[in-house]
């Protein structure tokens, strides 16, 4: 039977992980906290409330959500969605120890209540262009879902403008932001017609509360100023947008979600289905198969690769060693099913923070 150091074994081990795999995403001070955290029994039975597989994420979210609330304490000074100067991480630590433990009893409830769900809206840079594919072969206007949906910033993906290749800048004329990057070999691009958006997810956020809103943005990592304030404009454009949100499992809802969407429609889901069970990644595909008996469905992923599970996983080696921005994380892959079967192509590969995709479709 496992005792509790073996759990909090495990824990430090996350955190050493954590340590390389922070450093290399380019941010230093959560690298800075995990090294002093993976030594300190308080702060690993803290983090031990939180997520599996994201345990040290989770708590640093939980404490930048706290310093978001109040910005005056020490610790914010060291971040840079908080401080215009912000201060070097070494010594940052021993100002995490003290706020943990001032703040212990609140953390840990955050961390039993809260769940891990990170998204920015320069992730939009890599489902527009398998969109466009879609939307030119099912037709407009395009009908959504999306699994794993966090506040729905994908789902209003139509929104925002974007500069990614020759075409030069493409979008509505009041979009918030521009989202730039790099489309190597891509498809003509344009702004789908969307019809219906429905999101699913096992915690939903509502982008009209302000608790909800705090929870998203401080998911953003500290160095990511920009990133975090592109998403709060993003939230604004969810909370003035038409979503059907579900809560709670994916292949509880998926039934209902597609009898309710017209055709025609696209699934999609972007660093999700990563983090579920073989057997219940199987058990959607066999859904979707099953629902296109009667009707065609359309399905976009984007989803890490194994060679990004070795470097989540603090196995750097091979390509997993390259910089951050030229690494791999994963495949865009579209599927159509139709009378029962599925096809399925990969069509792109796009590098960590999904600035620049490499099409191959």
């Known amino acids: 039977m496992a005792t509790q150091q073996d759990a909090l074994d495990m824990v430090a081990g996350a955190f050493r992980a954590s ?42 979210s939980a404490v930048h959500y706290l310093l978001l609330r109040d910005p005056g304490d020490p610790l914010a000074r060291y971040f840079a969605t908080l401080s215009e100067a912000p201060l070097p ?45 879609v939307a030119r072969e099912a037709g407009e206007p395009l009908n959504l879902i999306e699994i794993g949906c966090s506040a729905g910033v994908l789902l209003v993906f139509d929104k925002f403008a974007y500069d990614l290749n020759h075409q030069g800048l493409i979008g509505p004329a009041d979009a918030p932001f521009v989202l730039k990057g790099k ?24 982008a009209r509360s302000e608790e909800e809103r705090r929870w998203l943005l401080s998911l953003c990592f500290p160095e990511l100023r920009g990133e975090q304030e592109r998403l709060a404009q993003a939230l604004d454009v969810i909370a003035a947008t038409d979503i059907t949100m579900l809560e709670g499992d994916a292949l509880g809802h998926i039934d209902a979600a597609l009898a309710d969407t017209p055709d025609p429609v696209c699934v999609f889901h972007s660093a999700c289905l990563f983090y ?3 057997e219940a990644q199987l058990a959607l595909e066999e859904k979707l198969v099953e629902a296109s008996r009667s009707r065609d469905i359309w399905r976009i992923a984007i989803e890490p690769s194994d ?16 910089q951050p921005a030229n690494r791999k994380s994963g495949e865009i892959t579209i599927n159509r099913y139709r009378k029962g079967m599925g096809e399925r192509r990969v069509v792109g590969r796009p590098n960590a923070d999904y600035g620049i995709v490499e099409w191959c479709g």
């Open 307 to 322: 060679t990004f599970d070795d470097w989540h996983k603090g196995r750097p080696g091979g390509e997993s060693a390259q």
């Open 89 to 133: 991480p070494e010594g940052a630590y021993p100002e995490l120890a003290r706020f943990c433990g001032q703040h212990d009893d609140e953390l840990a409830q955050l961390l039993r209540t809260r769940t891990v769900q990170t998204t920015y809206a320069e992730r939009c840079r890599a489902i527009l262009p398998p969109m466009c594919e």
């Open 183 to 206: 489309l190597q070999d891509g498809p003509e691009l344009f702004i789908p017609r969307i019809g219906k958006r429905t999101g699913i997810d096992l915690h939903t956020i509502d």
């Open 276 to 278: 579920w069970p073989k």
């Open 19 to 60: 340590e390389h795999i922070y450093g290399q995403m380019g941010t230093p001070l959560y690298a800075e906290f995990c090294r002093g955290g993976a030594s300190d029994r308080a702060i690993l039975a803290l983090a031990d409330n939180g997520m599996e597989g994201a345990k040290p994420s989770h708590l640093f």
